[in-house]
């Protein structure tokens, strides 16, 4: 539950990143890609939303709300550092938490 | 013009109000982040009691061991194993004792067979709680003011940062490494903005929280100074069965509580907290039971109680809860985010690395104000206020985490029956930072940083394995009944001996010279960029 809220925010936010022209060419070189910008940006700011939903449906409004800032920072903090460190790995990091948000919704409780 | 001239002026207030205060809201930024784990730090300062764990019938054997221990006492208070300390924690009063939070006699038990623990003589946790905000060895309400003009002061800079920040959107990803002064930049930009609503939250509740310290005349003129009576009202908390004396004492066996336990966890999903009983082994005998935590910030985590006849165990008259007005769920929601006593595993982590990424913000800032002021000191030569700056980050960003290492270090090594070794322990801690101010005015700037964060990394590192040495009672406890409370402790402290070894590498010989050559080139790329 809070993997899933953690990863989809993560996932929102290397969605952004990948929005801005700098950072695409950080991660993609001069190959071109597909998504049109403003594309990326609405599957961002969507994540971001949907990466609130788990924490206010299990703590409530109040804390949920808290929880969903710390995890959009620690998320944050991830984006950046692989923007650094390891830019050519984004597309795959980013596969691999999409891949886990699915099998963790889908998981039997 | 305007708004350079605003930008400018914020400049000037974020860089010296930093500068002034950045030392202290360091040391309280980190000893309030270690605070979120505080019950947690005072037991894994309790050695002795790392191999408990919880046990199911932890209520009813801990009811026994009171009718042994106490059998006479006006009022127990047992406080059941929970996911923070895996021990039974008691305390009793005697007849006619007065019931205060921390007088009678008290006794640890462990989680599975009641029997008694060791107890050593510590702070613990606590004294890093103190420290967060009353500092130490001045008077309270002294130490609060400074605090709380720090806090303002935080407040302050976080506005101006963000005022004065050129490109908050833009650069919002974006750390450029090994360019000197560029990068600090960079990182104390990302530090600040991508964790701001915690930063903001954090300061704003600890203000909110100082205030009524502060500023209580309101509060004074409306309850005629009797402060105590405006807490009491507001938090809607009487003490649990009021003594009511002249009462004749008419002995009774006490109820079986394991049926009244399973009653009351199948009502609270966080199980119970603590159990109380009133006039204990009498007929007048009353059993409150209280909830662990509870789901909402608005009531500031008030949790549920029940109320129990103790002879026969039926149900008696229980505290209706209370819906708070508006202006308590607002205090309520900020003190409560400060205080974080609600908080589950999960978030408490989330805030503790808030809390670290604000120490890191702060000391960033810090290191910027030097790494700025290097070109012109290399052209004009040496500058005691400058020499006093780089000394003093030493002694604080590095010394202050070696200072803690030295005081779990010294509660590992200190004689159990030692005299006053709670106070030895705190002794050890400010020794051990003293020493490191010396150490960070001696030595060359780069090799003191490089020494600290050795000698921290070596501190932390050792810990760990010196508790193995003396008999691995967390990690039996972890890996035997999944009760993970000191072992990840231990974890925690091997994590940051790693953050401190990539610091001390970080700051090797020769980079220091290498970074003070970068900075005028890197000031030619931002000029080059900025028209």
């Known amino acids: 539950m809070s993997w899933t809220s953690l990863l989809l925010a993560f996932c929102g936010l290397a969605l952004l990143a990948l929005s801005m022209e700098k950072h ?10 597909m998504a049109p910008p403003l594309a990326l940006t609405c599957a961002g700011w969507l994540l971001l939303g949907l990466a609130a939903m788990p924490p206010i449906s299990h703590h409530g409004a109040s804390i949920g709300l808290a929880v969903w800032t710390g995890e959009l920072s620690i998320a944050a903090i991830t984006v950046v550092l692989l923007h650094t460190y390891a830019p050519r790995w984004i597309p795959i990091v980013l596969a691999t938490a999409a891949a886990a948000v699915a099998a963790l919704a889908l998981m039997p409780f | 013009m305007n708004g350079l001239g605003l930008r400018q002026a914020n400049s000037w207030l974020h860089t010296w109000s930093g500068l002034l205060l950045g030392w202290l809201l360091y040391a309280i930024f980190v ?33 026994d061991a009171m009718q042994a221990m106490a059998p006479d006492a006006s009022l ?22 007065r019931r205060s939070k921390f ?17 050593r003589e510590s702070r613990g946790g606590d004294f890093l709680y103190r420290f967060h905000f009353e500092l130490y060895g001045m008077p309270r309400l002294v130490a609060r003011w400074i605090v709380g003009i720090a806090t303002m002061m935080m407040l302050a800079a976080i506005i101006s940062g963000v005022i004065m920040h050129k490109k908050i959107f833009v650069d919002f990803f974006t750390f450029r490494p090994r360019k ?17 609503p915690f930063h903001l939250m954090i300061t704003y509740s600890g203000l909110l929280l100082l205030m009524f310290m502060l500023m209580p005349w309101g509060v004074d003129s409306a309850y005629q100074g009797d402060r105590q009576a405006f807490f009491s009202e507001r938090g809607n908390r009487k003490a649990a069965g009021e003594h009511m004396p002249g009462i004749e004492r008419t002995p009774a066996a006490p109820t079986a509580i394991a049926p009244l336990v399973r009653q009351a966890q199948a009502r609270w999903p966080g199980g119970i907290e603590q159990i109380t009983v009133t006039d204990p082994g009498t007929s007048q005998a009353v059993i409150e039971l209280r909830e662990r935590g509870a789901g909402s910030l608005l009531d500031r985590g008030r949790s549920e109680r029940l109320l129990l006849d103790g002879a026969t165990g039926a149900p008696l008259e229980s505290p209706a809860a209370v819906k708070p007005d508006a202006f308590s769920a607002i205090y309520n929601v900020f003190s409560s985010l400060h205080l974080l006593r609600f908080a589950d595993t999960w978030l408490r982590w989330l805030f503790f690395i808030g809390g670290i990424l604000g120490s890191a913000m702060i000391a960033t800032g810090m290191i910027l104000w030097v790494v700025k002021r290097l ?14 700056v780089e000394s003093l980050n030493v002694a604080s960003i590095a010394g202050l985490p070696v200072a803690i290492g030295a005081y779990f270090w010294a509660n590992r090594l200190l004689p159990v029956s030692m005299q006053a070794r709670a106070d030895s322990e705190i002794l050890v801690f400010f020794l051990a930072w003293t020493a490191c101010l010396l150490h960070a005015c001696l030595r060359p700037h780069a090799s003191a940083w490089r020494e600290q964060l050795g000698a921290l990394a070596l501190l932390l590192a050792l810990l760990p394995a010196y508790d193995l040495l003396q008999g691995a009672g967390a990690m039996a406890a972890a890996l035997t009944h999944g009760s993970w409370v000191a072992a990840a402790m231990d974890l925690t402290l091997l994590a940051f001996s790693a953050m401190a070894v990539a610091g001390a590498c970080f700051m090797k010989p020769g980079k220091a010279t290498r970074a003070a050559t970068q900075p005028s080139a890197s000031a030619k790329r931002i000029e080059g960029v900025a028209p």
């Open chain 2, 180 to 196: 000197g002064q560029r990068s600090w930049m960079d990182a104390h930009n990302a530090l600040a903005v991508l964790a701001l």
């Open chain 1, 24 to 33: 695409r060419e950080q991660v993609f070189g001069d190959r071109p890609t």
């Open chain 2, 375 to 388: 070109p012109q000191r290399r052209k004009q030569g040496s500058h005691l206020g400058h020499r006093l």
């Open chain 2, 103 to 119: 007088g009678g006699q008290s006794a640890v038990l462990d989680g599975t067979t009641a029997q008694a623990l060791p107890v």
């Open chain 2, 31 to 63: 000893t309030g982040a270690l605070s979120f784990f505080r019950d947690e730090i005072s037991f894994w300062m309790q050695p002795d009691q790392h191999a408990s764990v919880a046990h199911a019938e932890a209520p009813q054997r801990a009811m």
């Open chain 2, 76 to 97: 127990w208070t047992i406080t059941l194993p929970g996911p923070r300390n895996p021990t039974t924690q008691v305390r009793w009063f005697e007849q006619g004792e």
